[in-house]
Nanobody, 126 residues
Framework: QVQLVESGGGLVQAGGSLRLSCASS????????MAWFRQTPGKEREFVAL????????DYADSVKGRFTISRDNAKNTVYLQMNSLKPEDTAIYYC???????????????????WGQGTQVTVSS
């Protein structure tokens, strides 16, 4: 059983930055790809970014490409999401997720991810 705990959300003005963290426990963190998703009320969970176990491969949603950076520190069992040039439309609850298997698949499908954190709220004011 994997436990994921996000932190770092908050209120920021448009154009500002935030760094989200997600601490993992309960499984060998370094073996598995990790991802960030986000969700707003009434909408489906949306893919944001994905990173391979070795950090050699990353993928991003078009809406955040060039502004957000996903990274991980396997020694600390933590994955990060650096968010720059934030926009009001980035407002959402952000969730980290752990892949079910160790295979990296370029996918935005939430069903591939078997473990989720409780989420952290990010609010961007205009």
């Amino acid at each position: 059983q994997v436990q994921l705990v996000e932190s770092g959300g908050g209120l920021v003005q448009a154009g500002g930055s935030l760094r989200l963290s997600c601490a993992s426990s309960g499984r060998t963190f370094s073996n598995y790809p990790m991802a960030w998703f986000r969700q707003t009320p009434g909408k489906e969970r949306e893919f944001v970014a994905l990173i391979s176990w070795s950090s050699s491969i990353t993928d991003y949603a078009d809406s955040v490409k060039g502004r957000f950076t996903i990274s991980r520190d396997n020694a600390k069992n933590t994955v990060y999401l650096q968010m720059n040039s934030l926009k009001p439309e980035d407002t959402a609850i952000y969730y980290c997720a752990a892949e079910r298997t160790s295979t990296y698949v370029r996918t935005s499908d939430p069903a591939r991810f078997g473990s989720w954190g409780q989420g952290t709220q990010v609010t961007v004011s205009s």
